[in-house]
């Protein structure tokens, strides 16, 4: 039983370095796309304050404060853990695979909103190409989802 809770807790204590270490890359790459992603057939966008919110210096450029370790990333790998117990289960939701995507609210409102936009912009652009690839490899339109077709 010891063996099985240290085994757990350096599986947990690996992903959460790993979540922080991919987090940091994709700040440093683009400051205002904070996203962590598990990739799906459906999409969950979540938005977790997993910064503090910013000083009033850092305010006025929409940066992030400092990671709430406990507060932040506790959710996010709580969500990621769920999405992937979800999608093991089989009988759960047979052929279809969960997918999440948390963007960082900083706990900041301007930047919530900020993300939010975002993500409903990424989500239409997406569709957007899902329609073009359908289009440009000649698949008839009865092919593709009619929530997908624009008129």
């Not at 997993?50 to 404060?65: D, E, I, L, M, N």
């Not at 997918?99 to 936009?117: F, H, K, M, N, T």
């Not at 239409?124 to 329609?131: F, P, Q, S, T």
Request: include cysteine.
């Amino acid at each position: 039983m010891l063996q099985l809770r240290k085994q757990r807790f350096f599986q947990l204590l690996t992903t959460a370095c790993i979540i922080l270490s991919i987090w940091k890359m994709v700040a440093c790459q683009r400051r205002t796309k904070r996203t962590a992603i598990i990739p799906g057939d459906i999409m969950i966008g979540a938005l977790f304050s997993v910064h503090h919110a910013p000083g009033q210096k850092q305010a006025q450029s929409r940066t992030c404060g400092d990671i709430r370790e406990q507060y932040g990333l506790q959710r996010v790998e709580a969500s990621f853990q769920t999405v992937d117990e979800i999608n093991r289960n089989e009988t759960l939701l047979p052929n279809i695979t969960l997918g999440i995507e948390i963007r960082d609210s900083c706990w900041y409102s301007p930047i919530a909103l900020d993300q939010s936009i975002e993500f409903i912009r990424d989500a239409i652009k997406l569709n957007d190409d899902v329609i073009a690839e359908a289009n440009a490899s000649s698949v008839p339109v009865e092919n593709v989802p009619e929530c997908l077709v624009k008129p």
